[in-house]
């Protein structure tokens, strides 16, 4: 008998080391959601005996190579920091306002604060537009035609541009979500991860397990009218039994 396989599968990574080269005693395994394609590159170098023939008299392995890449449609953050950063996961994230909207510069005082959404606070100015989109200079204080100051969040114009539109983007903090400081870690500091493959179909399934993997690359490419994949690549070498992986197959 022999089986089919059809479909992405599914492929989990549970953290082993984190960036600090520190143990993690109850890792969290991590699914990469709406995962789209899964693959594995397992490659050796060959190396060929000649004699006086043309062609060889021996070919021997060397050197060899195992490659995971994932690609999924769903991230948090436990996806980048289990699986690549290895750092520290905290509460609280930036987000930011991108003004479509607009607010009409009044008379004295000149000024326009924004109304942050929800509890978010107002954290720094990410520029102003006026209506044909063209931006205005932003000074320390009194500003002129075309100009503009900000302090903790409140915006001041001049008094010769009352009555213009204006278009005001800025970055807010919330408590709300996650996010990952990145520090800059010494060479050679490595996160670590197990990962376990799973591709099942009509009731039978083939599944890979490598007990030891790096990740060297984390790619993310965005388009204007389409969906973000991100993809994530791993390297997988030998534990301390000497063992690269094992294969399950139902048949």
Not at 7 to 14: H, L
Not at 104 to 133: C, E, K, L, S, Y
Not at 145 to 156: D, E, I, K, L, N
Request: glycine share 10%; charged share 15%; proline share 6%.
């Amino acid at each position: 008998m022999a089986q089919q396989l059809f479909g992405s599968g599914a492929i989990y990574a549970t953290p082993l080391v984190d960036a600090a080269g520190n143990t993690i005693t109850n890792p969290t395994p991590v699914k990469f959601l709406a995962c789209q394609d899964i693959s594995i590159d397992i490659s050796f170098d060959t190396k060929m005996l000649h004699g006086s023939n043309q062609m060889p008299l021996s070919v021997a392995r060397g050197k060899g190579k195992i490659a995971v890449k994932a690609k999924y449609g769903q991230v948090n953050g436990a996806h980048f920091n289990n699986a690549f950063f290895g750092q520290t996961l905290s509460t609280g994230r930036d987000q930011y306002v991108q003004d479509n909207t607009g607010s009409v510069i009044p008379a004295t005082p000149f000024t326009v604060t924004p109304v942050v959404p929800g509890a978010g606070t107002w954290n720094a100015d990410m520029g102003v537009r006026n209506a044909q989109g063209a931006p205005l200079t932003r000074v320390a204080s009194a500003p002129a035609s075309g100009q503009y100051s900000v302090a903790a969040g409140v915006y001041t114009f001049a008094a010769a541009d009352t009555g213009q539109t204006v278009y005001i983007d800025y970055r807010y903090t919330v408590t709300t979500g996650q996010k990952i400081v990145v520090g800059n870690q010494l060479l050679g500091s490595t996160p670590m991860v197990a990962l376990d493959i799973v591709i099942p179909y009509a009731g039978k399934s083939l599944t890979w397990k490598f007990p030891q993997a790096v990740s060297g690359k984390m790619a993310m490419a965005t388009k204007l009218d389409d969906f973000t994949i991100p993809e994530i690549d791993f390297d997988v070498f030998a534990d301390v039994s000497n063992n690269v992986g094992t294969v399950g197959i139902s048949e």
